[in-house]
């Protein structure tokens, strides 16, 4: 049971650049989300899904895509990287948005824009 | 404003001790309150999670209390290893307007010397 797998688990990207990270989960949740989380700062929501077809901002959505074909995957897309968009991202999913905060975070993309 | 906020920010004990972390919020309207511990480099992993009506749940070594009326949550551990060094953050939901919303305090940072 692979539980959340993120990848690429390092990434440095140039200004302008644009690349998806890739979140999947077995374990069948419908709520999936990605957040970003910056030294001396709570992990912030970027976009959330509660299912096949149905995507939502989070609370810093600006540079970022998402789309959910399948329950499975869950990619979250930058359009062009910019350096405000060096973090380290997660993905996280849980049995549905009821259960209330992210059951379970994959191990994190660390993102460095130059 | 949602606000959490946590004390100490970081804190150093020695093996075998025990200590309380402190969680604040000022959250509503309030839905749950999760605890994750997030080892370095890892993504976080919930430890306990507590509605309005609980006021303690125990997680083996871990025992997170929820005062609902002061909106204070502390998170004890007992008889400290080494491997409980980690960042330890507090998450509370919020139900509003049909959608969860999840803040996220900053964390404390705890560091077990043998």
């Known amino acids: 049971n692979a539980g959340v797998t993120q990848t690429p688990k390092f990434q440095v990207l140039k200004t302008g650049q644009s690349m998806t990270l890739q979140c999947a989960q077995d374990m069948n949740h419908e709520y999936m989300s990605w957040y970003r989380q910056d030294p001396g700062m709570g992990l912030r929501l970027i976009h959330y899904?509660?299912?096949?077809?149905?995507?939502d901002q989070g609370e810093v959505p600006n540079g970022y895509n998402v789309s959910r074909s399948t329950t499975e995957d869950f990619p979250l897309r930058l359009l062009s990287a910019a350096p405000s968009q060096t973090s380290v991202y997660f993905c996280?999913?849980?049995?549905?948005?009821?259960?209330?905060?992210?059951?379970?975070f994959g191990q994190g993309t660390r993102l460095t824009v130059v | 404003k949602n606000q959490v906020e946590q004390s100490p920010q970081s804190l150093i004990i020695l093996e075998g001790k025990n200590c309380t972390l402190q969680?604040?919020?000022?959250?509503?309207?309030?839905?749950?309150l999760r605890w994750y511990k997030q080892d370095t480099g890892r993504g976080p992993v919930s430890l306990t999670i507590?509605?309005?009506?609980?006021n303690t749940k125990s997680n083996g070594r871990y025992t997170a209390t929820l005062d609902a009326d002061t909106k204070q949550s502390s998170l004890h551990i007992t008889a400290s290893q080494l491997s409980d060094s980690a960042s330890y953050i507090c998450v509370v939901s919020a139900y509003t307007s049909g959608t969860y919303k999840y803040i996220f305090g900053t964390g404390t940072r705890l560091k077990v010397l043998a």
């Open positions: 507590m509605t309005f009506s609980e």
């Open positions: 969680c604040n919020y000022t959250v509503s309207p309030f839905s749950n």
């Open positions: 996280a999913s849980s049995y549905s948005e009821r259960t209330g905060t992210a059951a379970f």
């Open positions: 899904s509660v299912g096949a077809g149905i995507t």
